[in-house]
């Protein structure tokens, strides 16, 4: 008996063995996220920085005529701005660098309308180097905002702007260290001051730009940046200013006909385009108070940390990620304001997001690929990014999350693995009560990050089931309960 019972064992264990590593890997979902696109999708919140004339003249739009001598900040300080925003848990900024009144916050060779010729620091400033070091500084990526219309320039509206255009995109990509994202933006308003010409100029936005080359150059000068626009072809316009991405939330759409500036597709930006050809997922951006730039005037608007904490949700919370604009007064500093509130977002975050009860819980599924370990339900809670939990090809399984006692639940966070591509069209979640299984949330897409609220149940189980799926299987690769 004793002879036989340890090859048995061993045949089980090649038998197993070889069962395991049969178990086929899921196929891709195309189109897949970019090594540049994956990064970016963890940077989850950053800040943007409107700084410009506009701060002291209280204009939103500069017509381009405004004096360099206007911008003259009293107690500039970079640092301050970078170790707020680092502080509330933001991971990056970008910063207004020329914005659509054509004054450029660095010592461009290009322009006489800058920094160069301001009483700011005698003309020797330059607020680009200054936040991008205090990024380096503070562990913060940082990235530029080069506005396309230029309502300054004499030459906008003819090819000499373009060149002019890609000049300036060279000085800011090639000499501030890593840029992390550049954003270029669709507003083409039609009149402007253009070196005194004082007129409405338009142009075929289709064309004028020539986005095709003018992409290619910013991947030859920075090939890990991602470019931001309406349509890409990094990261998309979420189609508003309000806070808020669409539910569903495809991280997909076919911007081959879309184009920076295009009119009438806010919709099709704000829940992206299930099966769309290209990977292009969104940013929402949305500004602390009601302007983009500083206005004494609103310094009682600031949004309470609250109504941050629901554009965080819905934002974040729908697989998208948050660009909060926070816009420095006539000191060059950061409002009080503005300060308060964010640092209590960040405190309603930490408490809301402290414990993963998820963690140490039991997690099994009804079934899993080929009953492999590659493909396990343990998976969503091992802390690795890189494993999954999968079904076999064409089934929709349920995750059982059991934490051994009832335990109160706020949030469910799921996340899938994209980089096989965004597959999950619907899921829903249940919680254990009164000795059955009672409805706690029905929803569409998951995508890099869902942040399910779930109004304060008290349950010992939650059950996660995926209803359907864009190719053969869904893959989870987190959940986080708390
Ligand atoms: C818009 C601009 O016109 C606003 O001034 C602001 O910069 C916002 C972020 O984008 O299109």
């Known amino acids: 008996m004793k002879n036989i019972f340890i090859p048995c064992i061993v045949c089980l264990f090649i038998v197993c063995h070889f069962s395991c590593s049969r178990v086929a890997q899921p196929e891709a979902v195309l189109p897949v996220p970019s090594e540049r696109q994956l990064a970016w999708h963890e940077l989850e919140q950053y800040a943007f920085i409107h700084f410009t004339t506009n701060t002291f003249t209280g204009r939103e739009w500069g017509y381009g005529d405004e004096s360099p001598s206007v911008f003259n900040p009293s107690s500039f300080d970079a640092e301050q701005w970078v170790k707020t925003i680092s502080d509330a848990g933001l991971k990056a900024l970008i910063l207004t660098c020329k914005h659509h009144d054509g004054f450029c916050l660095w010592q461009s060779r290009y322009t006489e309308h800058s920094v160069k010729n301001s009483p700011f620091m005698e003309g020797k400033g330059d607020v680009v180097r200054a936040v991008s070091d205090a990024c380096k500084k503070y562990g913060l990526k940082f990235g530029v905002y080069l ?15 373009v060149d002019y255009y890609r000049n300036q995109l060279r000085e800011l990509l090639t000499g501030y260290g890593e840029i992390s994202e550049i954003w270029f933006d669709g507003a083409n308003g039609g009149d402007g001051f253009y070196g005194g010409a004082r007129e409405i100029r338009k142009i075929d936005n289709k064309t004028y730009y020539d986005w095709k080359n003018t992409w290619s150059l910013v991947r030859e000068l920075a090939p890990n940046v991602v470019m931001f626009s ?44 299930e099966g769309g050809t290209s990977w292009v997922p969104a940013e929402v951006d949305v500004s602390i108070r009601p302007g983009w730039f500083y206005h004494e005037a609103e310094d009682s608007l600031v949004r309470s940390p609250e109504n941050l904490f629901k554009i965080y949700l819905q934002s974040v919370g729908r697989g998208a990620a948050l660009l909060l604009n926070i816009p420095p ?25 402290s414990v993963n009860i998820a963690e140490h819980a039991e997690i099994t599924a009804n079934t899993w690929r080929g009953k492999s370990k590659i493909y396990a339900p343990s998976n969503v809670n091992d802390s690795n990014k890189e494993t999954y939990w999968a ?27 994209i980089k096989l591509g965004q597959r999950v069209k619907s899921f829903s979640i249940d919680v254990w009560k009164n000795n059955d299984w009672q409805p706690a949330a029905d929803l569409t897409t998951i995508g890099y990050k869902r942040i399910v609220p779930v109004e304060q149940v008290e349950t010992d189980k939650i059950r996660i089931s995926i209803k359907d799926v ?13």
């Open 147 to 161: 506005s396309p219309w230029d309502r300054n320039h004499a030459g906008y509206a003819t090819s000499e702007y």
């Open 391 to 417: 079904t076999d090809d064409g089934i929709l399984g349920s995750l059982y999350i059991n934490f051994g006692k009832v335990q109160k639940v706020n949030y469910v966070v799921i996340q899938e693995y």
């Open 470 to 482: 864009r190719g053969n299987c869904a893959l989870i690769s987190n959940v986080e309960i708390y």
């Open 329 to 353: 007064d006539k000191r060059g500093l950061l409002h009080e304001n503005d300060v308060r509130s964010l640092m209590e977002w960040k405190k309603m975050r930490d408490m809301a997001f």
């Open 230 to 273: 309406d349509a890409g072809p990094d990261v998309r316009w979420c189609g508003n200013e309000r806070g808020y991405i669409g539910d569903p939330n495809w991280c997909t759409i076919t911007n081959d006909t879309l184009r920076p500036g295009q009119p009438c597709i806010e919709k099709l930006l704000n829940h992206g385009t």
